[in-house]
């Protein structure tokens, strides 16, 4: 029997960006990206599916297109790096500290807050439009693809694959370094 084509998303490792809105902002990690391409490669070893990988994706930051490319590499596979991938915008927050935001820009950040399934953050993107870019990219694929990925577009992916609505996607986390499946049938 022929195994399904499949996705396999790892999440990037975790950031040195505790209480910042980090989204598309570039930050480091805790772990070097050797570190985190190892991780990732013994991840993907002990996934039930033990895919044939044929690539490896990332967006553009360096979280996830370092060790992204480490891994193409320890694996033997191309890296494909592609900005649909890239985390929510959120705009003039990106870089700030979030109580900081509270602080000088609260009325703005309580509305996005309690409308963020339909708004955007001031000068940033709605999950609409995250949603709109990962769909772009996903119904491109076949094969059995890895992607090292934003906690974002993992719950995109949740939305487009699996049928979700954002608010299912966002219940469930997205733990960094860990492998998540998405089959590729359509």
């Known amino acids: ?20 809105c980090v989204g598309q902002y570039d930050v480091a990690t ?10 990732m490669r013994l991840a993907l070893g002990a996934s039930r599916e033990r895919p044939d990988v044929d690539r490896v994706w990332s967006s553009t930051r ?11 590499r320890a694996l033997g596979v191309p890296h494909t790096i592609d900005p649909r991938l890239l985390e929510l915008d959120y705009g003039i927050w990106e870089g700030r500290a979030w109580d900081t935001i509270a602080r000088e820009d609260g009325a703005r950040m309580h509305a996005w807050m309690n409308a963020w399934q339909t708004t955007a953050p001031p000068g940033g993107e709605s999950v609409a ?26 719950r995109a992916l949740r939305v487009v694959a699996r049928g979700l609505t954002w608010a299912e996607a966002m219940r469930g986390p997205v733990p960094h370094l860990e492998v998540e499946p998405f089959p590729l049938a359509r």
């Open 1 to 20: 029997m022929a195994l399904m084509a499949m996705l396999i998303t790892i999440r990037h490792a975790p950031t040195i960006a505790d209480g910042l």
């Open 30 to 39: 805790e772990l070097t990206h050797d570190e985190a391409a190892e991780r």
């Open 62 to 72: 360096s979280r996830c297109r370092e060790p992204a490319a480490r891994l193409a």
């Open 129 to 154: 439009t995250l949603e709109a870019r990962v769909r772009g990219w996903w119904e491109t694929l076949d094969a059995t693809p890895v992607l090292v990925a934003h906690a974002g577009v993992v």
